[in-house]
């Protein structure tokens, strides 16, 4: 699919400045095509006309001659945004790609399935499925892709490139580096309660934390499951608990810490049927407990909206800030989606995950218990219409498609038992998946430029 709207300059990297567009392509010219507004010295580049609820692209070459390099890629959400281009010869030309993933163009979806690329494999070598810590001293530092994970339930990505893995049975949450090399971040690979700090993160015992929430900053907060407690680490490595309930909160793994910390949500109960919320000033509360085994939840920062998958209830909805439920996928029972169906109207089975992109669609992740109708990763788009985005099974699929664009093959079993899925704040999306425990990453990057 090529972009419809598109434009090329050329840089002059001795005086670096824009020297001139010279050409503009993929549709028609008109005054609301994509253009350049500003160009500066240390390469900060900005665009008006893109679209409004798109993926823009930015890719460069050294010369006329070259092909373009797969580029850096950026959600839009209104017409104007700023970026910075790496100022060097071999960025002598740079171009700008804008689609459209709004439900105003047929395409919307297949905009957005090929502006993601490669399928990779980040941690875990998928080696054993047993419901036990995996951890051994001489994983400290090692490659991740060569270390047992112990049933990680959720992982995100850092404003640094790093990826953090709650790793449950291990007691402890791990950090994976942008060159691929894994260490202990919170927590000491013993179960336990040595304190609540405040302390160096990896002083701290956790006891199987299920749960965790990335900040904008990179504060990253856990559901200390077994402990009952919410820690806060700081981008400095620094653990401090926010509360405690005082005791365990069973398989609670539902966790939302809104931004400025005003209010978290959280789940518990041994089949993790109870939301509760916390607040600095009213403590703990309870909001619901008639959910049949909660999932990942997210909230919304400007709505107070909280967004719940409900795995037994076939379910994802929509909680208002009264405690109303609305279902937005799933029509209560279990079976395979349709595609191309109304999300409200169709089977699921057994949703774990919801995580929103910024155009307003969504995803669903399944992890099923064994048979085969699961296992998938579905697309909500903004007009509540449902897409399969990858297919998996029940099978160990461990490393399946790696090294390849994630839809080639779309019929193919990539995953299996998909406990999570979110975006990093570079927009890769991050997968959590298996029971032998390993994390995917499928980049923000076109492969075909």
């Known amino acids: 699919m090529k972009p419809n709207r598109a434009i090329v300059i050329a840089i002059t990297m001795k005086t670096r400045c824009l020297l001139a567009i010279i050409s503009l392509c993929a549709g028609s010219i008109r005054s609301a095509d994509l253009g350049v507004s500003g160009f500066d010295s240390t390469g900060a580049i900005q665009w008006t006309n893109a679209h409004p609820a798109g993926v823009l692209t930015i890719q460069t070459k050294g010369s006329l001659s070259e092909p373009w ?42 905009n957005l399935q090929d502006s993601y690329g490669v399928l990779e494999t980040v941690a875990g070598r998928g080696r054993s499925s047993t419901d036990a810590s995996h951890w051994q001293p001489s994983f400290e530092g090692e490659w991740a892709t060569n270390v047992d994970l112990s049933r990680p339930h959720i992982s995100f990505g850092d404003p640094h490139g790093n990826v953090l893995i709650v790793d449950q049975r291990s007691s402890a949450v791990l950090k994976v580096t942008p060159e691929g090399r894994l260490y202990t971040y919170a927590g000491t690979h013993v179960a336990g309660d040595n304190g609540d700090g405040p302390d160096y993160a990896t002083n701290l015992n956790l006891s199987s934390p299920n ?19 919410a820690r806060k680490v700081d ?20 966790f939302w810490v809104k931004g400025d910390e005003s209010l978290i949500y959280f789940g518990s109960g041994d089949t993790a049927t109870n939301l509760n919320k916390w607040t600095p000033s009213g403590g703990i509360v309870s909001v619901r407990k ?11 920062e400007r709505t107070g909206d909280l967004y719940v998958s409900d795995r037994l209830a076939n379910r994802v909805y929509r909680m208002d800030t009264n405690g109303v439920l609305t279902p937005i996928a799933g029509n209560g029972t279990q079976g395979l989606a349709v595609e191309g169906a109304l999300a409200v109207n169709t089977p699921l089975a057994l949703p774990r995950c919801v995580w929103f992109l910024p155009n307003g669609g969504f995803f669903i992740s399944e992890h099923d218990a064994g048979n085969s109708l699961g296992n998938r ?17 029940s099978a160990n699929n461990f490393r399946v498609g790696d090294g390849e ?19 990093d704040p570079f927009g890769n999306l991050i997968i959590t998946e298996s029971n032998y425990g390993y994390i995917r990453r499928i980049r923000f990057q076109r492969m075909n430029p």
């Open 405 to 423: 664009w994630f839809n080639s093959n779309p019929n193919q079993a990539k995953l299996s038992r998909v406990r999570c899925v979110n975006t």
């Open 69 to 110: 390099r797969a580029g850096t890629n950026f959600f839009t959400s209104n017409t104007v945004g700023r970026a910075r281009v790496a100022m060097s010869p071999s960025n002598g030309f740079v171009r700008l790609l804008s689609v459209d993933i709004s439900t105003n163009t047929p395409n919307h979806y297949t």
């Open 377 to 393: 990763i579905w697309h909500v788009d903004p007009a509540g219409v449902i897409h399969r985005w990858m297919n998996g099974s």
């Open 290 to 300: 008639d959910f049949k085994e909660l999932g990942n939840i997210a909230g919304d």
């Open 235 to 254: 981008t400095n490595g620094i653990m401090t608990t926010l509360f405690s309930t005082g005791q365990s909160l069973g398989d609670g793994r539902a």
């Open 211 to 229: 749960g965790g929430w990335m900040g904008a900053d990179g504060t990253f907060y856990i559901l200390d499951t077994e402990n009952g407690k």
